[in-house]
């Protein structure tokens, strides 16, 4: 299957937005819901095997957002993100199933993104269900059902509010339909009621997750990248702000490209 979709599939997939995605040589294998993929780009986008249907992919990278308008609104916001987004063609931002999002980075506390990806994975491995070369990811009924076996994934402290997690999903303390029918605002708010979830990991939900590309996540990186190019240091709040303000309603595709900056240049 052939995508035409101008796309740059290693800063998309290869930068920490998603943890399910591994290159292979000149392809990227990953799970889509209960499909797994293998991508490899080309000059009209890249061809697709494992997908069942274009509409999924489509989708997934975002093929409605106009990527020119979008670069060139926030490269007239700053002159130091529009050198990055130049040098970085057909980036883009992910749209995640939100309880996979959700489950992802309330696990993504305080480790780095390979130890992400091998929690992920091993979560997968004993919950999910069976795609052959792979897993899915687990529905939370799933996990429920063999919470015994939760140790095995080597979570750490993260293992007692990720079966909370579960059961708030199960039992509809946590509502991920509502949270999605939200504006940005309403989305973080209630976001931030659910246990192990602070602002980073709200605003990181918010953009892969529900699609407001007008959130600003800071992690290390880009509070290291704040202070030094902008002048810009505090709290989490002060400095996820200033990301809005000053790019607006894409701020979350400047944040990925000044993040790509920083993995790529090791600063």
């Known amino acids: 299957m052939q995508i035409e979709l101008e796309v740059s599939l290693d800063p998309t997939l290869g930068c920490g937005q998603a943890h399910r995605w591994r290159k292979v040589g000149r392809a990227w294998n990953g799970v889509i819901g209960e499909e797994v993929i293998s991508l490899t780009e080309n000059d009209l986008g890249f061809k697709a095997e494992g997908c069942s249907d274009e509409s999924i992919l489509l989708s997934y990278f975002r093929s409605g957002d106009d990527l020119p308008h979008i670069i060139g609104e926030i490269s007239e916001a700053d002159p130091y993100v529009a050198s990055l987004s130049s040098s970085c063609p057909g980036m883009r931002i992910l749209k995640q199933d939100p309880w996979e999002c959700l489950a992802t980075y309330v696990l993504a506390t305080n480790v780095n993104v ?154």
Do not use: W
């Open 114 to 267: 390979k130890r992400i990806a091998k929690m992920v994975e091993s979560v997968c491995d004993t919950f999910g269900r069976d795609l052959g070369e792979r897993r899915a990811f687990p529905a939370p009924k799933q996990i429920l059902d063999k919470r015994s076996d939760i140790s095995v994934c080597r979570l750490g402290y993260r293992e007692e509010r990720f079966i909370e997690l579960a059961e708030s999903m199960e039992n509809g303390t946590v509502d991920l339909r509502a949270i999605e029918e939200a504006d940005y605002a309403g989305c973080v708010k209630g976001l931030m009621g659910i246990n192990g979830v602070g602002p980073k990991v709200a605003d990181c939900v918010a953009l892969f997750g529900f699609g407001h590309l007008e959130a600003f996540p800071v992690d290390a990186r880009i509070s290291k990248c704040l202070d030094e190019m902008y002048g810009v240091s505090g709290n989490y709040r002060i400095m996820s702000e200033f990301g809005r303000r000053k790019f607006g309603r894409y701020a979350g595709y400047a944040q990925e490209f000044l993040y790509h900056s920083s993995v790529i240049t090791g600063r």
